[in-house]
């Protein structure tokens, strides 16, 4: 517990125990650490108040600026949601839907998991229910083929925001980290004026394979930005905080529960802070 | 690999001549960080590191030529002791039919993990029935029937009906009377922390009495394995624990955690996303897995 006391190094030791049990990992916790005993030299901390008080900043600090999802008027965007098996890809698209579908967007979806049983289904209902359009193909088919006719949907429908998903797949099977490769030339290649975001769904109770996952993901496609989903459980995915400092994506967005609306933008310095609570 | 890093730290140490007790504490950081790095509970790495140190300050590493690989040796040893030890067969009820729950978060893998079962207990001699019990996720129902039609196994629903524990009731008079040896249970996924959720469960458990509570835990979860495992065990008492998606990369620390935390057997592993892919656990390769 911390107060206004003043500290010593056994402090240090309960905060860098803090950070690890939130899974920040031991290379950013030892750079955090670091930094705070700089810091703390430097600025002349006193009290163990204060002294929290400047990891939150330079947690804060390493997690950058807020970045919001980039969204333009007047042109078809495309959001391609990716990520490894069952964090919560099908489900931030329901969410993205019905965010921007209340903010006046033409919104569609395509069931680019053409793989998982019963996933064009799932997003079906999704679709249902944020009042979007779908564009699916049969059980099996080729994911290409739905992302090509998708592409084309949504130009010929003027549709402001293209939201495409994408089956789970785990980042070391290179046939299927090259069929994202493929989806994304099709969306270069079919919609070259689009604005695209490719957005990496992370699950927070996720340990230090979320930062491989990172890396391994960017290798592929050009990641803009992560989601964080399933925060509102006991996991406080502070592996953003390494991914951020060695991969520098921005977290854009956090799932916070399995309801349409349990979405919000990505806030670096109430992230801090719960960090710490 | 971790002995090497061993051998390393050991050597500067020891260039002053014998290893001391001291110097071994100093290496056994670099044992910790290694298990913190693969995802191993702080909590469970320190009274890890705190077992082993009586046999890492013995004999057999201060006057071995190789202290670094002898280190390692005891931690595999040890990592081994304590992710087996117990047996990992699944408990068949004397008097059929067996009833089998799965539980666990979201994502975690407990829907295909069902068709899993299934389909390698059918291959045991075992006559299935696939009991469908998350009324919530969006085509859930469907994604099970899905894996049953796919296995030739039923699949019991109640489409509509929102009592969970009055479904599983159904399903397994359904199976008793259609002469099945063997109900599977699949649940929907929920937080340990929602209490309407877990008492849910306990109302399943209550109707049905499962013989096997499997704790389905994704093999990529960090520190939180051990909220997760303490939390479904207080609640239901869990029978066993089956880790997901280690065909990846993730070096699995959870395991450890979830078995230190709750003492119950890791039955299962799953390697793939196919039906095919349950594997019995192995403790040896696990420990090397986790070890890196
Ligand atoms: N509590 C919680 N659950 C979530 C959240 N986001 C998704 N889920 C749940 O996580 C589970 C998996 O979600 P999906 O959307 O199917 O995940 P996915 O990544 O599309 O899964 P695959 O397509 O199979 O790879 C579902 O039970 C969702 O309801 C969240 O923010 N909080
Ligand atoms: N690679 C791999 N994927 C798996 C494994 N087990 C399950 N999956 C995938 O993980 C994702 C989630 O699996 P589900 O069976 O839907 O998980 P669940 O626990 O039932 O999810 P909820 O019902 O939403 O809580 C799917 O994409 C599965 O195909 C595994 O062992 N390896
Ligand atoms: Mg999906
Ligand atoms: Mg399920």
Redesign the interface.
């Known amino acids: 517990v911390i107060t206004g006391r003043k500290f010593d190094d056994s402090l240090y030791e309960e905060l860098e ?1 803090l950070l ?4 920040v ?2 290379e950013a916790t030892a750079y955090l650490i670091a930094e705070l005993k700089k810091q703390v030299k430097e600025r002349k901390i006193a009290t163990s108040d204060e002294l929290r008080h400047l990891l939150q900043e330079i947690a804060g600090k390493t997690l950058g600026s807020k970045q919001p999802l980039r969204y333009q008027e007047d042109t078809l965007n495309v959001y391609l949601v990716v990520g ?5 890809k099908t489900t931030t698209i329901g969410k993205l839907a019905e965010r921007f579908k209340k903010g006046g967007s033409k919104v569609m979806v395509a069931a680019g998991d053409t ?4 996933a064009s ?2 997003l ?3 679709a249902t229910r944020a009042g979007v359009a779908l564009v699916s193909h049969a059980d099996g088919a080729d994911p290409a083929a739905v992302v090509f006719d998708a592409l084309h949907a949504a130009r010929s429908r003027h549709i402001d925001l293209l939201i495409i998903d994408t089956a789970g797949r ?4 290179s046939n299927l980290m090259q069929e994202l490769g493929k989806i994304k030339r099709i969306i270069d290649r079919e919609a070259p004026n689009a604005l695209q975001e490719i957005l990496l769904v992370i ?1 927070a ?6 930062l ?1 996952q990172a890396q391994e993901f960017a290798q592929i496609v050009p990641v803009s930005g992560i989601v964080l989903t ?1 925060l ?4 406080k995915g502070g ?1 953003v905080l390494a991914i951020a400092k060695e991969q520098k994506i921005p977290i854009k967005l956090i799932g916070i529960g ?1 309801k349409l609306a349990d979405l919000r933008d990505f806030d670096p310095q109430e992230f801090a802070a719960a960090l710490f609570a | 690999g971790l002995g090497e890093k061993l051998q390393a730290a050991l050597k500067l140490l020891r260039g002053k001549g014998k290893l001391t007790e001291k110097d071994i504490s100093l290496a056994l950081r670099e044992v910790r ?1 290694a298990l ?4 191993v509970n ?1 909590q469970v790495v320190r009274d890890f590191i705190s077992a082993i140190k009586e046999r890492a300050v013995g004999g057999e590493v201060l006057e071995s030529l190789t202290p670094g690989q002898q280190i390692v040796k005891i931690v595999h040893e040890e990592l081994v002791k304590l992710l087996g030890g117990t047996t990992n067969r699944l408990n068949m009820a004397s008097k059929p039919p067996t009833v089998l729950l799965l539980v666990g ?5 407990k829907t295909t993990q069902a068709g899993k079962l299934a389909q390698l207990l059918r291959k045991q001699g075992k006559f299935p029935l696939l009991v469908a019990c998350d009324v ?5 129902i ?2 099970l029937e ?2 049953g039609k ?1 296995l030739d196994i039923p699949v019991f629903s109640l489409p509509g009906e929102m009592n969970v524990a009055e479904i599983a009731r159904q399903g397994k008079e359904s199976a008793m009377r259609q002469g099945r040896d063997l109900v599977i249970i699949d649940t929907a996924g929920r ?3 929602d209490e309407l959720l877990m008492q849910e469960l306990k109302d399943v458990q209550k109707a049905v009495l499962p013989h096997e509570v499997l704790l389905v835990v ?1 093999g ?6 051990v ?2 495992a303490n939390s479904f065990n207080s609640a239901l008492g869990i029978d066993g624990i089956i880790m997901t ?1 280690l ?5 699995g ?2 395991a450890l955690s979830v078995k230190a935390v709750t003492g119950k057997p890791i039955k299962f592993i799953g390697v793939g ?1 196919k039906l095919d892919a349950l594997e019995v656990f192995h403790p040896d390769r696990m420990a090397s897995r986790i070890l890196g």
């Open positions: 125990e690890l049990l939130h899974d990992g031991v490894v098996n069952g964090v919560g793989f998982r049983a019963a289904s799932q079906q209902i999704w785990l980042h070391n099977k699950d109770t996720t340990g230090q394979n979320a491989v399933k509102d459980g006991t996991a592996i399995e | 960080m913190l790095a693969a995802d702080l978060l979201q994502g975690a893998g919530y996720r969006p085509a859930a469907l994604q899905t894996l796919k937080l340990h922390i994704d990529m979860t960090g520190q939180d394995a909220q997760v998606k065909d990846g990369d993730t070096r620390g959870a996303e």
